[in-house]
């Protein structure tokens, strides 16, 4: 791994002629190595530590040689390694003080998970991943009539096939839970609805990238919907929290 200084009150340049550069030139820089990177993501990362640049009186950013290769080092963490972006921080960070950490290649976990706190997000659907509507029955303790109240709202589908998503277990305890609580199914109906426009904007940001003709960039949008599904995740918890609070 390349060891650059950190920008910030040190900086390094990040041109031939020692000037530094704005957040457009960084994303320009790094979009050949790194298509899907946006202005939102540099900005996310600054937030979370992971860039220190500095800032001009009128408050503009302003990125060293230095910031720039960090973003990359965290991008090809992000890629390569599926790293929680508090362990590359850390790692990081371990490098500029002389340190020589291992990069933990075991961990599996991946950024978004880091970015949702705690919020499971469902596995991509597979055929490994389906189930019979007899195994459902039983993991979720329900009756068929209840089953077929769901699917009626559109809650849970079955495939073509009859069979459904593993997904639908969590789903339907879920379901149940809140019906305890006197929710009743009809009532979740806009909770899908508003799920399925969740999903289609998620999935307009990244269709790009799917048909993109470099096959690492198709490959990475896994990554990146999963990291744009924990961000919605969150915005959707906070702003359920929010509306809570502010009823009188």
Partial sequence: MLHTPRGGAGGGTATADGGLVSIGQVLNLLREEFPEVSISKIRFLESEGLVEPQRTPSGYRKFSSGDVERLAQVLRM???HYLPLKVIREHLDAV???EQPVVPLGQQRSAESDLSEGFELPREPSTVGRISRA???AAAGVEAEQLDEWESYGLITPSAEGDYEAESVQIAQLVVELG?????PRHLRAMKASAEREAGLVDQVVAPLRRHRNPQTRTHAEARTKE????TIKLHAALVQSALRVRP
């Fill in 96 to 98: 500029e003080r002389g």
């Fill in 135 to 137: 195994t459902l029955l």
């Fill in 78 to 80: 992000q890629r390569d």
């Fill in 180 to 184: 305890s609580s006197g929710i009743e």
């Fill in 228 to 231: 744009l599904a924990a961000l």
